[in-house]
Structures are given as structure tokens and as C-alpha cells.
């Protein structure tokens, strides 16, 4: 079974540019988390789609991001213009949790950001 | 604010020695507990699931939930050095993982 993939690995982009993220989650796992890993911080939720809907964005910084996950398959994340503070490792984690089960999540190698 | 603490560490042991690693959390909602290894420019791996009170055991792992406590452990018996790495204890209410900074384990040969 394959994991969870994630492109670019890398992207180095200058202030008010656009960078698009994407992920691959296991197949057949319905939901898919993004996280973000800035510089001496710990792991930090941003959002969560259940297929294709937004089941929780509670943790998205502000509204230059932007999630879809259109036909519940991969998504994507655009940071759009990106800021120096959005540097950082963006994760993407799938889990195949059904409603009262364990939500083991499997995390994607990251994508390093690095706004300049 | 939900929150996660876990000594920054190194924890340093010798080879074949029991590695133990704690957390606390905040929130007693929490139902489900993790603990991710994550070597160096890597990705979290998951590597122990516990959801209700007491120990967990699979390999050389075992977890440990105290939910009155608020405290979740693992214990790595006989370690390698390849289980050098930082430890991540993460924790969940429905679905989102709340994530500590981790703790550094060093294990010398």
C-alpha cells in the first residue's frame, strides 16, 4: 500500500508569491489533515477534510490559505501571496477513521516552504 | 488552548537500557493518544496507539495511559541506536492531533 505522497518536497519562493501544495493521501482514506511545522515549534493542526468537505478549518492562519480537495481524492494547498511567517514544513496525514474508531493518522514526507 | 508538554530532552541512554519518555496534556476531552518517531528531516511515523487507561505493549514499545492523570508514557525496552530520534506525543478529542515539541532520544552504542 502506498503512503502518503507530497509535492514539491521542497520550494523556495520571495515574499507575495503564490505556491500550490499538494498531497496524496493512502488510498481509500476519507480524511485528510494538514499540519504545519514552523522553526522550534511543535506540529500544528491547520485543517481537515472528510472527502471532499472542509470538516474543520479551525487552525488556518488567516485567508491568504487555501485548501480543496475537489472529488475527495488529493488536495491542495495555496498560500497566496505568501509572508515570510508561512516558512515552514507543511504535512499532510490521512487516516481511514470511521466515526467512534481510532484515528491513526500517517503522515507524508512534508513540503519544506521557504519564503524569502 | 489545548496543549501538549514534553521534556525537550536529549534523553540519552546506553544500548540495551530502557528509554522512557513522558507527556502531559491539558485537555481532559481527549480520547485518543500517539506517539510518532520522527528521525532527522523525516516525517512523523506512527508507532503506538493507546486509547483507554493502562499499558500497551507491541515489540519493544509500551505505552502508558493515565486519563486522571493526564499523563501518557513510553517505554522503549533493549533500545538501538537506530532509535535515536525525537519522539512526538500527540493527542486527539474527535480527530485533529494535538502535537508536543517532542523529545529528543540519543541512544550510544
Given at each position: 500500500e502506498a503512503g502518503v505522497t507530497q509535492f514539491p518536497s521542497h520550494s523556495v519562493i520571495e515574499k507575495g508569491q503564490t505556491v500550490t501544495l499538494r498531497c496524496d493521501p493512502i488510498s481509500g482514506h476519507d480524511n485528510l489533515y494538514w499540519y504545519r511545522r514552523v522553526m522550534g515549534k511543535e506540529i500544528k493542526f491547520l485543517l481537515h477534510f472528510v472527502k471532499e468537505s472542509k470538516q474543520d478549518e479551525s487552525?488556518?492562519?488567516?485567508?491568504?490559505?487555501?485548501?480543496?480537495?475537489?472529488?475527495?481524492?488529493?488536495?491542495?494547498?495555496?498560500?497566496?501571496?505568501?509572508?515570510?511567517?508561512d516558512s515552514g514544513v507543511y504535512f499532510c496525514a490521512s487516516s481511514r477513521r470511521r466515526r467512534g474508531e481510532g484515528g491513526e493518522q500517517y503522515f507524508g514526507p512534508g513540503t519544506r516552504l521557504t519564503v524569502t | 488552548q489545548k496543549e501538549v508538554e514534553q521534556n525537550s530532552g536529549p534523553l540519552s541512554v546506553p544500548e540495551g537500557a530502557i528509554a522512557s519518555l513522558n507527556c502531559t496534556y491539558s485537555d481532559r476531552g481527549s480520547q485518543s493518544f500517539f506517539w510518532y518517531r520522527q528521525y532527522s528531516g523525516k516525517s512523523p511515523e506512527l508507532i503506538m496507539s493507546i486509547y483507554s487507561n493502562g499499558d500497551k505493549e507491541d515489540g519493544r514499545f509500551t505505552a502508558q495511559l493515565n486519563k486522571a492523570s493526564q499523563y501518557v508514557s513510553l517505554l522503549i525496552r533493549d533500545s538501538q541506536p537506530s532509535d535515536s530520534a525525537t519522539y512526538l506525543c500527540a493527542v486527539s478529542g474527535y480527530s485533529t492531533l494535538t502535537f508536543g515539541k517532542g523529545t529528543m532520544l540519543l541512544v550510544s552504542p
Amino acid at each position: 500500500e502506498a503512503g502518503v505522497t507530497q509535492f514539491p518536497s521542497h520550494s523556495v519562493i520571495e515574499k507575495g508569491q503564490t505556491v500550490t501544495l499538494r498531497c496524496d493521501p493512502i488510498s481509500g482514506h476519507d480524511n485528510l489533515y494538514w499540519y504545519r511545522r514552523v522553526m522550534g515549534k511543535e506540529i500544528k493542526f491547520l485543517l481537515h477534510f472528510v472527502k471532499e468537505s472542509k470538516q474543520d478549518e479551525s487552525g488556518m492562519p488567516n485567508n491568504r490559505f487555501l485548501a480543496e480537495r475537489t472529488g475527495g481524492t488529493y488536495s491542495t494547498l495555496k498560500v497566496q501571496p505568501a509572508e515570510l511567517e508561512d516558512s515552514g514544513v507543511y504535512f499532510c496525514a490521512s487516516s481511514r477513521r470511521r466515526r467512534g474508531e481510532g484515528g491513526e493518522q500517517y503522515f507524508g514526507p512534508g513540503t519544506r516552504l521557504t519564503v524569502t | 488552548q489545548k496543549e501538549v508538554e514534553q521534556n525537550s530532552g536529549p534523553l540519552s541512554v546506553p544500548e540495551g537500557a530502557i528509554a522512557s519518555l513522558n507527556c502531559t496534556y491539558s485537555d481532559r476531552g481527549s480520547q485518543s493518544f500517539f506517539w510518532y518517531r520522527q528521525y532527522s528531516g523525516k516525517s512523523p511515523e506512527l508507532i503506538m496507539s493507546i486509547y483507554s487507561n493502562g499499558d500497551k505493549e507491541d515489540g519493544r514499545f509500551t505505552a502508558q495511559l493515565n486519563k486522571a492523570s493526564q499523563y501518557v508514557s513510553l517505554l522503549i525496552r533493549d533500545s538501538q541506536p537506530s532509535d535515536s530520534a525525537t519522539y512526538l506525543c500527540a493527542v486527539s478529542g474527535y480527530s485533529t492531533l494535538t502535537f508536543g515539541k517532542g523529545t529528543m532520544l540519543l541512544v550510544s552504542p
